[in-house]
């Protein structure tokens, strides 16, 4: 079926621009609508840890625990793929989660004699891994008495379902010169780096192409009279 009509090779793909954060690659006679597919699956269907349950033991701040536990979901984590699945799919069957599909993040921070700004450094991963990609984050302000203290789990996502689980901060494809080529432009957050995201977008897209052939080909057509 079609599937055989895109061939990705080292020819047809070349990386224009890569660093930490975002990686540029110039696709070549390759479909665009390929190129596309790369890219909202880049945003919608690669999953990333994010906080998604949060038990609050003590909060004495000025602010709501809902409002804490919406700050906490938007912090970027960094995911691993390799050790943990998507909570649907993990043989626990629990709500709760297990150590295959969930982390633990604590945070037990007080204010002594002048206000403090509690960060992500102050939050505490299960996980040597899944931690927030950044430990300036601030959470929230507590003024001289005041303290905060929660667990927090977080889970494997996808975009889909929601925002937070996005692993992008941009993806665009950019047209070129040769109207047969394109340019994929990905930016992370910091949850996976661009060339997972990117690696992982393409898996996606080739079950996906194999599962839609397959039931193509299953189908049972009318033979001409």
Known sequence: MFVSKISWTLDTIKILERDNNHIVIEFSDIPRQYVNALRRLSI?????FAIDDVVILENSSVMHDEAIAHRLGLIPLRTDLERFVLPHIC?????LGCSKCRVLLVLDAESQDKTKVITTADLISEDDVVKPVNSEIPIVSLAPGQKLKFEAYA?????KSHAKWQPTSVAVVKD???EEDS????????????EEIVVEAAKILGSKIKDFDGVIQSLSLPKNI
């Open 176 to 178: 070129t010169k040769k």
């Open 44 to 48: 919608s269907q690669v999953p990333t």
């Open 155 to 159: 889970r494997l996502g996808t975009g």
């Open 183 to 194: 340019i994929l432009v990905i930016e992370s957050n910091g949850s996976l780096t661009p």
């Open 91 to 95: 043989d626990c069957k629990s709500t």
